[in-house]
């Protein structure tokens, strides 16, 4: 399996699609994504802006350089850095649309819960769209950057993500009367954006891997700008 795609490259950085089921860093003697960009690019300096799970696919920004990877994670940092994420979740959710808000703590196996409090609360913002019956496609939109935050935030709707183990999303779904296994976990990173120097870059990727998100190409051909929808608002009080 092709552990990713290049889809930008310049002198002060790169972007890259990156396969599901590939870890982020070296693990068990094998090369991680991290690792196996450098080599393939011939590069001596290079650096991780940000990170995707192993079950996660899609766009990831390294820098080349100490100064683009300062200006990089700093927007990180300040939330500036536009994030766009497509996933596919199965059953009916407690809401078709609008905001998860809440606090994050650890729970049992590596996973997280999310809280009724809102004191360092992790936003997502989303909609949803009925992609055939019993299956439904998430885009989201993150406005915090924290650990499994959409995994969790779509289990608090009652919708966890397809194929997510550690999240109990289902494993299998219907298609006419048929029953499929899920060939992946469906979250994608679906669109980046973000300034450096001055200059404006925007980046969308539609999921090439599993047989569903093959299927929700009509749906994306119609959110290729996700930026433009009429988020909901984050409204943290209460």
């Not at 990170?51 to 350089?65: E, I, M, N, P, Q």
């Not at 808000?101 to 996973?111: F, N, P």
């Not at 679906?190 to 047989?211: A, H, I, M, N, W």
């Amino acid at each position: 399996m092709t552990s990713f795609s290049v889809i930008y490259d310049c002198t002060d950085f790169v972007v890259v699609d990156k396969s599901a089921g590939v870890d982020f860093h070296d693990c068990d003697g094998l090369a991680g994504l991290f690792s196996q960009v450098k080599s393939s690019l011939g590069l001596t300096e290079f650096y991780p802006v940000h990170r995707l799970d192993k079950v996660t696919s899609g766009l990831v920004v390294f820098a080349k350089t100490a100064a683009v990877n300062k200006a990089l994670c700093q927007q990180f940092f300040e939330r500036t850095t536009e994030k766009y994420y497509v996933a596919i979740a199965a059953g009916k959710p407690k809401k078709k649309q609008g905001a998860v808000i809440g606090d994050m703590a650890r729970s049992r196996r590596s996973s997280w819960v999310l809280l009724k409090t809102k004191n360092n609360p992790a936003l997502t913002q989303f909609f949803s769209y009925s992609l055939i019956p019993g299956l439904r496609m998430y885009l989201l939109k993150p406005a915090t950057g924290k650990t499994h935050q959409l995994r969790v935030a779509l289990k608090s709707v009652a919708a966890p993500i397809l194929g997510d183990k550690i999240y109990s999303g289902a494993n299998t779904y219907k298609i006419e009367e048929q029953n499929h296994t899920a060939d992946r976990t469906y979250l994608h990173a679906y669109s980046l954006g973000f300034t450096l120097f001055g200059r404006d870059y925007r980046f969308v990727c539609k999921p090439s891997q599993g047989e569903l998100f093959v299927q929700a190409n009509d749906l994306l051909a119609r959110l290729e700008e996700p930026w433009c929808l009429p988020w909901p608002n984050l409204d943290t009080r209460g």
